[in-house]
């Protein structure tokens, strides 16, 4: 592997909240070295790349992504998956279990090691299913999965509803040091809902999903948390009400985390229009004062991460009307670009962001990513915070083209993504120079 010496970049490291320019240099996979100020002279042997001073920062972590293999494989492939984090500057992303079959075994998490080893570009880590089938009734063998490979526990788009099993999970979850992703909603409140619950949903004829949908499924979860002392994530929350009863689970002292869609953060219920199927999502676009809430939350630090949700679905899934569509859309290469808006309307710093989107994840997952020090990953991203673009379904690398940001005007993405030390995405410029 050719040495590689990013030159003329300002480095900023979210883990330290440092923003200074610098240069980097990778060898073997990993930073060997960081020279702050001026350009140290190329090493013997090593390639130069002048990254014109654009931010240079640790690859991003995408800790929700539906990645389709195995069983759904003409949505998604882990292949078209990695390559599309690749283009979007992620070099970790965590792959939910609801595949075919579910990922609720040692055998099935050892596949898809191995099959990411072989066709993936990108670090591709398993989050296995917390009870078996996603059935939500027995639980699957934590210590098993976590020694295949495991780094996560959930049952993907659904919510454990039982109480006890609930308490079970969370009591072998504290045992094994494990981190446990629910999906906030209760299922019976959410019931036929498509949309936010509220007047829009209301005018425009259709079902509505309720906050407490999520609230209530928070609450139970957090005092079983309490209960039992494990480690728990909520995987997404979207509501101004949600935010309130994780503040107060981290005052209390209680080891409990969230996260927030990309899309809850810059989209609202308005943004479904006449009815765009592409923005039928779970939890539901909410109305404008959440959405704040939630930006606002997340620049506080009540939530720790920032996810792309990326659940592609296939045009005949999508082409429906509004109600009878399915829910998910694609996010992971859309991911940074969407987030760059918060950036641009001054509602989050850009170490903020980024904190939210390497350390903060790399934290929770245990991963030696998601920063920039010597003997770390080299998996980074050159980001170029002010290119200017319109995003184009045609161009993205998935297979599935359900993007919310469709023909969206945006500004900021990955010009360059290492993964590994190896270059795994570039622009025309940057692809020459390497």
Do not use: W
């Amino acid at each position: 592997m050719t040495d590689l010496l990013l030159a003329d970049a300002t480095l900023l490291d979210p883990a330290r909240g440092t923003r200074r320019p610098g240069a980097v240099l990778v060898r073997d996979g990993r930073i060997a070295d960081i020279a702050e100020g001026a350009a140290p002279g190329v090493p013997g042997g090593a390639k130069r790349i002048d990254c014109a001073g654009r931010i240079l920062a640790p690859g991003l972590i995408d800790m929700r992504a539906f990645v389709g293999e195995p069983g759904a494989e003409h949505r998604e492939t882990l292949a078209s998956a990695s390559a599309a984090a690749a283009a979007g500057g992620v070099t970790t992303l965590v792959c939910m279990p609801d595949t075919n079959p579910v990922m609720d075994g040692p055998a099935i998490v050892d596949f898809v090691l191995r099959r990411a080893r072989d066709t993936a570009c990108v670090t591709v880590l398993p989050a296995a299913a917390i009870t078996k089938g996603l059935a939500g009734r027995e639980m699957t063998e934590f210590g098993l999965l976590q020694e295949a490979g495991a780094v996560a526990f959930t049952d993907g788009l659904r919510a454990v509803t039982d109480a006890q099993v609930m308490r079970r999970a969370l009591t072998y979850a504290r045992d094994f040091g494990a981190l446990l992703m629910q999906h906030v909603e209760e299922p019976s409140l959410a019931a036929e809902g498509v949309m936010n619950e509220g007047e829009l949903a209301s005018r425009l004829g259709l079902m509505g999903v309720p906050r407490e949908a999520e609230t209530l499924m928070l609450e139970r979860d957090i005092r079983l948390a309490r209960l039992t002392g494990a480690r728990y994530h909520a995987a997404m929350i979207s509501c101004a009400d949600s935010v309130e009863i994780v503040r107060r689970a981290k005052q209390d002292g209680l080891p409990v985390s969230c996260g927030v869609s990309v899309n809850n953060l810059v989209l609202n219920e308005n943004d479904i229009g006449h009815y765009r199927t592409f923005c039928r999502l779970s939890p539901p676009l909410r109305d404008e004062a959440d959405r704040q809430a939630v930006v606002a939350a997340l620049a506080e630090g009540v939530i720790d991460v920032v996810v792309s949700d990326h659940n592609p679905q296939d045009a005949d899934t999508k082409r429906l009307p509004f109600a009878e569509a399915a829910n998910g859309a694609l996010g992971i290469e859309t991911l940074l670009g969407a987030a760059m808006r918060l950036v641009h309307t001054g509602d989050l710093t850009l170490e903020r962001l980024l904190a939210a989107l390497t350390i903060g994840p790399a934290r929770l997952l245990g991963q030696p990513s998601g920063r920039l020090a010597a003997g770390a990953p080299a998996d980074l991203v050159l980001i170029d915070p002010d290119l200017p673009y319109v995003l184009d379904k045609r161009h993205l690398k998935s297979r599935s083209k359900n993007s919310p940001f469709d023909e969206a005007r945006l500004q900021g993405a990955a010009v360059l993504t290492l993964a590994g030390g190896r270059i795994v995405h570039a622009v025309d410029d940057l692809a020459a120079a390497a």
